[in-house]
């Protein structure tokens, strides 16, 4: 097979200018969601995530309290859903690139959450309206947390 100069420069310089999520969109691991059947902000997280190249599967349950205790989510960090990504916990409207930096760098926490539903954060989105600045944080078994990122 004889590949040209410039084809083989067109194929680069594709390759190059999709985002590097698109590479490892295929061994991503699966974030299961659980929300409410009725929150819209948590269906627009989840269409967060599968826009940045998730696999997501979402369980709506009447009740996300006792997911949150089952897996440590302390009640101060609470937020609307809650999510399961490779060992990690997710509360909350974290960013789906601050779950790739988490899988990457691998910390000894439980899990990030965004608590609350900040104005901005994804799924939170409102047109004509500013996005306010929020923490990312870590939290681990004994209640203690970490600012992991602010947006």
């Given at each position: 097979?004889?590949?040209?100069?410039?084809?083989?420069?067109?194929g680069?310089?594709t390759?190059?200018?999709?985002?590097?999520?698109?590479?490892?969109?295929?061994?991503?691991?699966l974030?299961?969601?659980?929300?409410?059947?009725?929150?819209?902000?948590?269906?627009?997280?989840?269409?967060?995530l599968?826009?940045?190249?998730?696999?997501?599967?979402?369980?709506?349950?009447?009740d996300?309290?006792?997911?949150?205790?089952?897996h440590?989510?302390?009640?101060?960090?609470a937020?609307?859903?809650?999510?399961?990504?490779?060992?990690?916990?997710?509360?909350?409207?974290?960013?789906?690139?601050?779950?790739?930096?988490?899988?990457?760098?691998?910390?000894?926490?439980?899990?990030?959450?965004?608590?609350?539903?900040?104005?901005?954060?994804?799924?939170?989105?409102?047109p004509?309206?500013?996005?306010?600045?929020?923490?990312?944080?870590?939290?681990?078994?004994?209640?203690?947390?970490?600012?992991?990122?602010?947006?």
């Amino acid at each position: 097979m004889n590949i040209s100069r410039r084809a083989l420069l067109a194929g680069v310089v594709t390759m190059m200018s999709r985002p590097a999520w698109h590479v490892a969109a295929a061994s991503r691991p699966l974030v299961t969601v659980y929300k409410s059947p009725t929150c819209g902000c948590c269906s627009l997280w989840v269409t967060h995530l599968k826009d940045a190249g998730f696999p997501v599967k979402a369980e709506d349950v009447p009740d996300v309290a006792p997911i949150k205790d089952k897996h440590g989510v302390p009640k101060s960090l609470a937020s609307c859903h809650t999510a399961l990504v490779d060992g990690y916990v997710i509360e909350g409207h974290v960013p789906a690139d601050l779950i790739d930096r988490l899988l990457a760098e691998r910390p000894p926490v439980v899990g990030l959450a965004v608590p609350g539903m900040p104005l901005g954060s994804p799924g939170m989105e409102a047109p004509g309206r500013p996005a306010e600045r929020y923490q990312i944080l870590t939290f681990d078994r004994s209640g203690r947390t970490g600012v992991f990122a602010t947006r």
